[in-house]
């Protein structure tokens, strides 16, 4: 859209600068160009028409030359002879200085016009060597002389008037052409304000566009750190320039000055420059370089990663410094920004429980989870509050309620009588330790979360008389009159190591508190007393007894049996001599069961009551032993031995082999 009339046309000066050197630029070539082609045509038409002339018509020539100078500048004035000779003639070179000086002294370049000057006399002095060839030719042979010009008259007319066009038409050519080139110089000159500070300008303009712009450069280097060997540090040359030292497993970033184009790279080992590497690299404004450097023995190679792979490469290392759980916040978007990250396009998200902070205290939130996202450029961090939180009760109010809501959530005597629903009058509190009660193995991890919430991980408890665990993780808070146990996971199995390795036999609830799970919510009440602490002890300590009596008792079994065969060495030589033929057995399987409780006591007792053999004792073993051996017919056949391992002498008896 084109500026109103009154608004002043506001030209930038650089670039009247550059068409004023543009301008110069293309009048030199013009003239240089058209100097040369006039000259050369000049030279080559006199020498050609001045062969046949003879010193007569060359005075001739001279004549109607300046007449045709008079006629073509208009003015007489404009073209002085000077330097006349005695043969008449007029030299070209003086009339065309005569010219130059004439014109309110304004002359072209000194190269230009040194250049120029040149040409017209190296032309005045081919004119006057023709001349005296002519002249010389006609002392020695007159008659000569006169024959050839009757005979050639009308061709020498003919390169006469030849001579003639060009010799004027070059002379005009030239002239108007250092008109032209003075007036627009002049204008040139006008148009500058200052000569001293164009010429300046100019001159650093082309200095820039020869050599090219300066840009900040960007060069990462980084050393590949070595296992064992080659672990030296690297020195950085760029153009010969050193840029100071790596080290080894380490990274460098240089900021420098340099053209737009390409330079030399240069590492180098500090005690032996032998060992090097060196390559070309292209510097742009706003392309960074990301080198790679190995080191070696005998050298350094050196690659050079590309724009994705360099993208790639600092979104890791981004990444990696986001995801610093349990640093502060202040500390984790410190490096962030050390890292420049706003500056390569990426913007830094934090959030606390699902919601976006906008202006926050970073010294008062650590870091649990961060995040990058490539395609977005979004960096993710999640924050927790560091500022301690004061729960309104006590964490072993907290420990209780969870005791409490697990204990009857898996007790089996808190049921309708009919079994369809849960009876919370029959719901076990913390002190009853009449029936079926959980005690603590490892308290897990307990954290505040609210002024009226607590999280627990990993709390371990154990059925109190019986090898059965349970570990819980959940949020324990009070609501109104109740305490509420919500979001929890239960394991439980037979050991905690089943729970702790993830084995098959685990079984896992997820629990929610809810119209379903009454058990989830504990009353005051159900927490309002303390357990016996002598008796839970007492009860822990015979459990403990139990626990190691129960150990030895297996240890003690097991070392009655061969590791190898699983037999029994006694029992096997008590079956052996009622056989037939004692080399004839061969042992198959024994089994037993251990008469360790009242289950297995009565089962093993009934049997052998029937069978009218001898019962077992307490802890005693009761054994059966496959086998085969010949019989008095020489026929291998298959035969069972029963036995008594007594408790705790060891003594085997052998009941009956059938």
């Not at 007319?157 to 066009?165: C, R, Y």
């Not at 790679?292 to 792979?309: F, G």
């Not at 959940?474 to 390795?501: C, M, R």
Request: aromatic content about 6%; charged content about 30%.
């Amino acid at each position: 859209m084109p500026k109103p009339a009154s608004e002043p046309d506001n030209h930038n000066a650089q670039d009247d600068l550059k068409q004023l050197k543009t301008s110069f630029s293309e009048i030199g070539r013009q003239l240089k160009r058209s100097g040369k082609i006039i000259a050369r045509q000049v030279r080559a038409e006199v020498e050609k028409a001045k062969e046949n002339l003879s010193e007569e018509q060359d005075e001739e020539l001279d004549e109607e030359l300046k007449e045709k100078c008079d006629e073509g500048l208009k003015d007489e004035n404009d073209f002085v002879l000077l330097n006349t000779g005695s043969d008449g003639g007029t030299s070209t070179a003086s009339s065309c200085e005569s010219l130059t000086n004439k014109t309110s002294n304004k002359v072209l370049p000194g190269s230009e016009q040194e250049k120029l000057n040149d040409e017209i006399a190296d032309l005045e002095e081919k004119l006057r060597k023709a001349k005296a060839a002519a002249k010389k030719g006609a002392k020695t042979s007159t008659k000569h002389a006169d024959q050839k010009r009757k005979s050639n008259s009308k061709k020498t007319k003919q390169d006469k008037e030849h001579a003639e066009t060009v010799l004027a038409f070059a002379l005009m050519l030239v002239a108007l052409l250092m008109v032209y080139s003075l007036v627009f110089i002049n204008s040139c000159s006008d148009q500058s304000s200052s000569d001293d500070s164009a010429k300046s300008e100019i001159s650093e303009s082309a200095d820039e566009t020869e050599l090219g712009a300066i840009c900040s450069a960007d060069i990462t280097i980084e050393v590949r750190e070595n296992f064992l060997f080659s672990k030296y540090d690297v020195r950085a040359e760029i153009d010969k320039t050193p840029f100071g030292t790596i080290q080894h497993g380490g990274k460098k970033i240089i900021e420098a000055e340099l053209t737009e184009g390409y330079h030399d790279l240069l590492l180098y080992k500090p005690d032996d420059r032998k060992v090097m590497g060196e390559i070309e690299i292209e510097v742009t404004q706003g392309a960074p370089v990301y080198l790679v450097a190995t080191c070696s023995s005998s050298s350094i190679s050196i690659d050079q990663l590309t724009r994705e792979e360099i993208d790639e490469r600092y979104a890791n290392e981004l990444e990696s410094t986001a995801n610093q759980p349990g640093k502060t916040a202040k500390h984790v978007i410190g490096q962030l920004e050390d890292l420049d990250y706003s500056g390569k396009g990426y913007e830094l998200h934090c959030y606390e429980d699902g919601k976006k902070l906008e202006d926050f205290d970073r010294e008062k939130f650590d870091v649990s989870e961060g995040s990058i996202d490539i395609s977005d450029k979004a960096i993710k961090l999640i924050l927790v509050s560091n500022v301690p939180v004061e729960v309104g009760y006590p964490m072993d109010i907290a420990q209780k309620v969870a005791i409490v809501a697990i204990t009857n959530c898996y007790a089996s005597d808190v049921f309708t009588d009919d079994g369809s629903s849960y009876d919370q009058n029959k719901f076990h509190s913390y002190a009853d330790m009449s029936g079926y009660y959980l005690t603590v193995a490892d308290s897990g991890t307990w954290e505040p979360v609210d002024e009226s919430t607590w999280h627990v991980d990993d709390m371990q408890l154990k059925v109190a008389g019986n090898e059965h665990y349970f570990q819980l993780s959940a949020d324990i808070s009070v609501n109104g009159e109740n305490y509420v146990v919500d979001s929890a996971t239960v394991s439980n199995a037979n050991s905690l190591s089943d729970i702790e390795n993830g084995s098959s036999s685990v079984g896992t609830d997820k629990l929610t508190a809810g119209e379903h799970t009454p058990y989830l919510y504990v009353s005051n009440t159900l927490i309002a007393d303390e357990r016996d602490t002598a008796a839970e002890q007492a009860a822990t300590e015979a459990e403990a007894s139990a626990r190691n009596e129960q150990e030895e008792y297996d240890d003690w079994v097991s070392s009655k049996f061969s590791f190898r065969t699983g037999s029994n060495r006694t029992f096997v030589n008590l079956v052996k001599d009622r056989l037939n033929d004692k080399r004839s057995f061969e042992h198959e399987e024994t089994s037993y069961i251990a008469c360790n409780s009242d289950e297995n006591l009565n089962l093993v007792n009934s049997t052998l009551s029937a069978a009218g053999l001898s019962t077992a004792n307490r802890n005693d073993v009761y054994i059966v032993m496959d086998f085969t051996a010949k019989n008095g017919f020489n026929a291998r056949v298959k035969q069972q031995a029963h036995g008594i391992i007594r408790y705790p002498s060891g003594d085997v008896e052998l009941l009956a082999v059938i």
